[in-house]
């Protein structure tokens, strides 16, 4: 599909994603208390730190190799099923002595429930890998779209109903199982059960490498999360989850839709002996003309996001938010920045990154949580900061770039920042001297700042406007 195309399924996916998830959120957070949620964040954290030791990348692989034998195809698919039934049974082992550590018998019934969910990889694994190389993000987006809405609106039934923690965890099992079914059936000709153990070694080198850089982050980002529980308690974690969940909602929906497509296009290009300077200039575009103003908008209207959406008991939420919005501005700025070292094949070189990364930032957050939640947010900036000085240089020669290049996006994105932020600012000093209902001022704060986020793109004559425009035309057409 070309690249176009390809960002309007996965944009209109993302969006639909993202509405009803925030819905989703909107409705958890109304029916279930702080220490609910703490306790299904401590499972979550516990299921994320597990499964580093699955995090090989295996469907990056099928995407990077230039030729797919069948031989390599059943040694990739072996060790992936071999590390997802494993997963499966460190998460239910896990949930027997989770009670034991947390001295909480919920964590435990959580991580039961959650401990089927990798066994879908068994049969959605080739599909999804395929389309991705094949540039079928129509497929992708329709997968990644089933997954969201389901999980969001199963969310919703079943905290209405009084499920609580243990209904989070069946809309996450249901969720994926629907998507691995639906994966099954649109991609027959890719599923396959066939196993095998010849290339295990070229497949396990690309696996052992990325898991030394995935397992370090999702070991500092998991076990930060544990740590904080333990700290400062369950509840807390739940207050601290609202934030980084709401920030991460915004920043996953855009990154998703605009890093597999990219991955998947520089892949080709590489394997055509291309350079990646073009596409990479053109995915910091779009990833900071749309992320910058969006997390900069969050970090203004968060206070009264969280009172008027969420409720009062939620509000020590507010600032960590704002904080970790900000963390994400300047993460933003070095996108792509893993998946630039899987198509480069240089893993190792990574790993040595990631190392001095994780060890600076999960000491300063470990610090940090001593000092409340406010200090814990800002160490998350601290960490995109030296994650910015580490990967810089490495980027601009994987890329063909160099800096000069990144000043007149970033100019262009700063002032996007500018014409969405300053509306929410306005209005809400407004409504404060004039009474006006909270939801009104943020409906008021919403509207305005994307109203002249549009104009801004207008007026620069911004390149996201090629993305936006053709596909509105089309719509204005066939409706007419």
Known sequence: MAV???????????????????????????????????????????????????????????????????????????????????????????????????????????????????????VDFLPASNFEREGNFRVVAIGNGIRSVSYALLTILLATLGFKFIGLALAQDLSVLFTAIYFSLVGRRFLSFRLGLSHWRPTLSYGLQLLTVTGLTSLFQRGSDIVLGRVLGIASLGVYNRASSLNAMILDRVRIAIERITFSHMAARLRNNESLQRSYLYTVELMTSVLWPALAGLAVVSPILI??????????????????????????SISLSWELFILRGELKRQSKIELVRTIIGFTVFVIACRFGLVAAACARVLDSLVANWLYRKEIERMTDTHFAQYVPIYGRSLLLVLFAAAPALVVQAIAERASIAPLASLAISTLAGAATWALGLVLLKHPLLDEVLPPLRRLCARAA
């Open 4 to 122: 176009k195309r390809s960002l309007g399924w996965m944009g209109a996916s993302q969006l639909i994603s993202f509405t009803l998830q925030f819905a989703a959120s909107i409705v958890v957070a109304r029916l279930l208390t702080p220490y609910e949620l703490g306790v299904y964040a401590i499972a979550v954290a516990t299921v994320g730190a597990l499964a580093t030791f699955q995090a090989l990348g295996l469907g990056n692989l099928i995407i990077r190799e230039k030729e797919l034998s069948r031989d390599l195809v059943a040694s990739i698919y072996t060790v992936n099923s071999l590390l997802a039934v494993g997963l499966a049974s460190a998460i239910a082992l896990a949930g027997v002595g989770g009670s034991w550590w947390f001295h909480d018998n919920h964590v435990r019934d959580v991580l039961l429930v959650m401990a089927p969910a990798p066994l879908c990889a068994l």
């Open 307 to 332: 009172r008027t959406l969420f409720g009062s008991r939620w509000q020590g939420a507010a600032t960590p938010l704002s904080i970790l919005a900000t963390a994400s501005i300047v993460q933003v």
